[in-house]
């Protein structure tokens, strides 16, 4: 018997088709969005977006299911007799407005041209204020849940996104039926079942013992705002490896599979990795890196953590506390500054060497000594979202001057994210949630080895690697896997399909020693512009808003 995950990433869709009885994965097609990150100006418009949005077409999810799906099924030969179920994560908070039978408003022609109609992606940053206004009001209102989010609320999640909506498109706002993650929407498509998974919900909607805050709360935010959960979203919570549903007619036709094939409740693409590299214990925290990182652990105590994105009962592992926190730019970082800042001499050289830039600035970087170019820098190129979560925060690079060249600078810049993952480790440890080891997953690391080597000598852990390069489509895999009958549960599941690397990446004492005292002036630069002491980033970013209108 086989399974399919599917993997929504941030700017690409990819399945993996799995044997359930070892993991192995048989097929892997990849379809990249058609309108990919939307953050210029909506598709068919000339007209730019505010600074900090970005948005998605969910048709293009759709898309995915198509052009995926067939192509491993023809890949591998497999019948679609034999594929009992499929699985489904997603990047998150990534949430859209509906009409009652799912249709998104930026399908129908009245809204087409209201970005508020459109999908906000995970790094929408724009609702930033209503973010403010959630954390001022609970802490004025003594709303005991906050705490459980490390006393804010990040821009990036669901109830700032909506409260944006009809703050500045009331109009939106009355026209929507459903406010949805889109990870649930897509299941919806597949099997005709609106269904809300408890994980999102848990982390990105303030989900806390199966209920929301209450409706006094939601009106002291706004008026308006008083019936959001019960007008246009609703109160069950589907459990993480149940069955959602069957694909309907319609699905099956575009997929190519079976009518009623199992779809599993959708899950968050970073927790649904945890049990693909077979991390089911308290003591390993898992990191996902791409675009950005998410880092998850699970413990078996409640703990309150300065800036987690969350922590919820059973939310990655059944049993367990499942903690969350992460770095709003890990990969956008690199890719920033390749697009942006590497001068042609490097260009023409990695040509001239038959590498990418990125290879090739990373053997130029690993030349170097720890120390050796000099600088510092602070990992807030898309905000900070933990321990600060502020997505007013921006990018700081210090100790450059004539003789700095582009390798020093992406050396520094890996550096700093390393640092940002120190400072989330050491959070959660002062407040005794144990990290003990590190593994890693994603394309990243997979093939960044200067990135594995520093972060294991900034951290001073070890580091592995997950044994697939597609984990989170493994781990949905996994669940469709359980959602199907095929395993009783998810660790059952993870015993026998899910992957880990031997390799182990060991810190190197000498390194660590220099990175301890390089760490010390990061977390000085890191309280000075971050913990309000020097706010000149928020001003210089209110300059940038009011020019920009």
Not at 162 to 189: G, N
Not at 407 to 431: H, K, M, N, S
């Amino acid at each position: 018997m086989y399974t399919i995950g599917i993997d929504f990433g941030t700017e690409s869709g990819r399945a993996v088709l799995v044997d359930t009885r070892d993991g192995r994965e048989v097929a892997t097609a990849i379809h990249a969005y058609g309108d990919g990150v939307i953050d210029e100006h909506l598709p068919g418009s000339d007209k730019p977006l505010p600074p900090d949005w970005a948005l998605q077409n969910p048709f293009d999810y759709i898309e995915v299911f198509k052009r995926t799906i067939p192509a491993v099924l023809k890949q591998s030969g497999i019948s679609p007799d034999q594929v009992v179920g499929v699985g489904v994560d997603f990047t998150a908070c990534t949430m859209m407005p509906t009409k009652a039978d799912g249709t998104p408003l930026c399908g129908l022609a009245e809204w087409k041209n209201n970005p508020h109609s459109w999908v906000k992606l995970w790094k929408h940053h724009g609702a930033q204020p209503q973010a403010d206004l959630i954390n001022e009001t609970a802490r004025k209102m003594g709303e005991g849940w906050l705490e459980r989010y490390g006393g804010k609320i990040s821009s990036e999640w669901f109830f700032s996104k909506a409260l944006q909506i009809l703050v500045e498109a009331p109009e939106v706002y009355r026209a929507t039926d459903r406010f949805i993650e889109a990870a649930d929407w897509v299941i919806w498509q597949l099997t005709g079942v609106e269904t809300r998974n408890a994980c999102t919900a848990g982390y990105k909607a303030m989900v806390q013992d199966g209920q929301y805050p209450r409706k006094e709360y939601f009106a002291a935010l706004h008026p308006d705002f008083a019936d959001v959960v019960d007008s246009k979203m609703g109160r069950t919570f589907a459990r993480l490896g149940d069955k959602a549903g069957g694909l309907t007619a319609e699905a099956a036709a575009y997929t190519g599979l079976r009518p009623g094939t199992a779809v599993a409740v959708a899950n968050v693409d970073a927790h649904v990795t945890y049990p693909a590299v077979k991390a089911t214990k308290p003591g390993t925290m898992v990191m996902i890196m791409g675009t950005s990182t998410c880092h998850i652990l699970i413990g078996d105590k409640l703990q309150t953590v300065e800036g987690m994105c969350g922590v919820v009962p059973d939310g990655i592992i059944p049993g367990y506390y499942g903690y969350e926190a992460g770095q709003s730019g890990v990969g956008d970082i690199f890719a920033w500054f390749v697009d942006n800042a590497v001068p042609p001499v490097y260009h023409e050289a990695a040509k001239q060497a038959g590498m990418n830039l990125h290879q090739y600035l990373e053997v130029e970087a690993a030349k170097q000594k720890v120390g050796e170019h000099g600088l510092l820098a602070l990992d807030w190129w898309n905000g900070n979202r933990s321990t600060l979560v502020d997505a007013d925060l921006t990018g700081l690079l210090i100790g450059a001057s004539l003789g700095t060249r582009a390798p020093d600078i992406y050396r520094a810049l890996i550096e700093a994210t390393a640092y940002g993952t120190r400072v989330i480790i050491d959070a959660f440890t002062e407040r005794g949630v144990p990290v003990t080891e590190l593994i890693v997953a994603g394309g990243l690391p997979e093939k960044n080895k200067l990135l594995r080597q520093i972060y294991a000598d900034v951290t001073g852990r070890t580091l592995r690697l997950a044994g697939s390069a597609q984990a989170p489509a493994l781990g949905s895999a996994m669940h469709a896997a359980v959602a199907a009958g095929v395993y009783a549960n998810i660790e059952a599941a993870a015993d026998k399909m899910g992957k880990l690397s031997d390799d182990v990446v060991t810190p190197i004492s000498e390194n660590s020693h220099v990175y301890d005292e390089l760490f010390a002036d990061y977390k000085t630069l890191y309280d000075t512009f971050g913990r309000g002491k020097n706010d000149v980033m928020k001003r210089l970013k209110k300059i940038r808003r009011q020019v920009a209108g």
